[in-house]
């Protein structure tokens, strides 16, 4: 496994990769808490670690960008790796609901477990968690913390309802 701290507007993120594609996203918090596995390399020029870097560049320069050319494989359960593919079909500057995802899914019901699935994703930003808001366009919560939620929709250009 290899990874990275990268110095972003939003803090400091650790990128986590290995040669299948990104593991983890760590945001600020994050990185604050824990500490990389001891038996992990850090190395910023790692194929899947450099594309995420060149892509998280454009990204805060303030480039539309899309993320699906990044290689992304997290773990979790199938409910969650289906919630989390949702993810990647919200285009920049776009929000959906959970309720959205969870009809998506043919599972209306599943919202709340929606929620849950998306407060666990591995790759924040990559896999973009922070385009998901409630169904009335509010904020309802982010793992990072609503700060760096509030950020990351300012540089989409993202309006919500506080």
Known sequence: ????LYS???GQLRLVADDVGLRQLWLPNE???RQPNNSWSENA???TIKLVIKTLDDYFAGKPVSFSAIPCAPQGTEFQKKVWRQL????YAKVISYGDIAAA???PKAVRAVG???????IAIILP????????NSLTGYSGGLTVKKALLAIEGIAYKA
């Open 116 to 122: 849950g699935a998306v407060g666990r994703n591995p």
């Open 105 to 107: 899914l043919d599972n």
């Open 31 to 33: 990185v604050e808490n």
């Open 88 to 91: 990647t079909t919200i285009n």
């Open 129 to 136: 968690c922070h385009r998901v808001l409630g169904k009335d």
């Open 1 to 4: 496994m290899y990874h990275f």
């Open 8 to 10: 972003s507007p939003v």
């Open 45 to 47: 020029n790692h194929p």
